[in-house]
């Protein structure tokens, strides 16, 4: 049912909040995962920003391999360039060139990497950004890493340095850039983080990374492996449900009360949302297209778009 069909109406501001919210949504795969579909149009609509992992021993050929397949099927193909995996100038510059050469690429995520100790020069995306080798080869469009439950790998005070580093950096340059967190479960710690660093002068737009459908065990299971400390608090809390560990969780009432915010807030740095596919991009997918295209309605505290 579209949302012109259902008991909520477009002209509702809560219906149209979330609408805008999940509205140019963006996902990711593995090139791992990548060689299992057959054909992205099968789950996505042409023209879907699909970021592209570089992780930890992996080979970024396998990146720029997977960025070209989902050019040449119709998607917008963005590669993650990891700091700490990039061995030398040599390696970047040619795993830039090759991904514009070869596959198009005009929008990048750039972050430290989950390596302890850096292969090369490269310890964090602050160092990645001033080589200008992005804008050398007209990468314009440039995701950062945002933080808000803290890293593992960094201070506080070095992320703070950080994000006023790259804040300097948007405003002297003619990059477009823009922050993607890690995946979040609730919304009131990062609505008081997108406060916090709006106090401290951050003006670059922020998508929330928000996990796809899953189970519960499987959201847990992934926010143990990435260190999201409040998270792994707030989803052992729901376990005590012993019938939720198996069912299917949604992001919906997490996307509600952001999109209650940015509706409410005009000074609110959410721009949008990434979507981490953790329990399968098929699903995922259904849900985060039928959600942006106003096929739900509203529950008590979420939304139902009956899939």
Request: include cysteine.
């Amino acid at each position: 049912m579209s949302v012109l069909q259902s008991s909520q109406t477009l002209v509702t501001p809560e219906v149209q909040g979330i609408v805008n919210l999940m509205s140019n949504f963006t996902v990711e795969t593995t090139p791992a995962s990548a060689a299992k579909v057959d054909n992205f149009a099968s789950i996505l609509r042409l023209g879907t920003t699909v970021y592209i992992t570089f992780l930890p021993g992996s080979d970024y050929n396998d990146t720029i391999a997977t960025a070209k397949r989902l050019r040449e099927e119709g998607f917008e193909p963005a590669p993650h360039f990891a700091a700490r995996s990039i061995t030398d100038r040599a390696m970047l510059q040619d795993y830039i060139a090759r991904a514009t050469g070869e596959a198009g690429v005009d929008h990048v995520l750039t972050i430290a990497g989950a390596l302890k100790e850096p292969l090369g020069p490269y310890s964090d995306s602050t160092k990645l950004l001033e080589t200008g080798l992005f804008d050398k080869y007209g990468i314009k469009t440039i995701g950062v890493a945002g933080h808000p439950e803290g890293s593992p790998d960094m201070s506080e005070k070095s992320i703070s340095d950080a994000l006023t580093w790259k804040n300097g950096f948007a405003n002297r340059t003619n990059a477009n850039l823009h922050i993607v967190t890690q995946f979040v479960f609730e919304s009131s710690p990062i609505i008081a983080w997108d406060k916090a660093l709006r106090a401290e002068g951050n003006t670059i737009p922020i998508k929330i990374g928000i996990p796809g459908i899953a189970k519960l065990q499987t959201l847990i299971k992934y926010a143990v492996m990435c260190g999201v400390g409040n998270s792994i608090n707030f989803l052992k809390k729901q376990s005590v449900n012993v019938t939720k560990l198996v069912a299917q969780q949604q992001p919906d009432r997490l996307v509600r009360e952001l999109a209650f915010y940015k509706s409410t807030d005009k000074d609110c740095g959410i721009d949008g949302v990434h979507m981490y596919p953790l329990g399968g991009l098929l699903k995922s997918a259904e849900w985060a297209f039928a959600t942006s295209d106003g096929s739900f309605d509203l529950t008590q505290k979420g939304f139902d778009t009956s899939i």
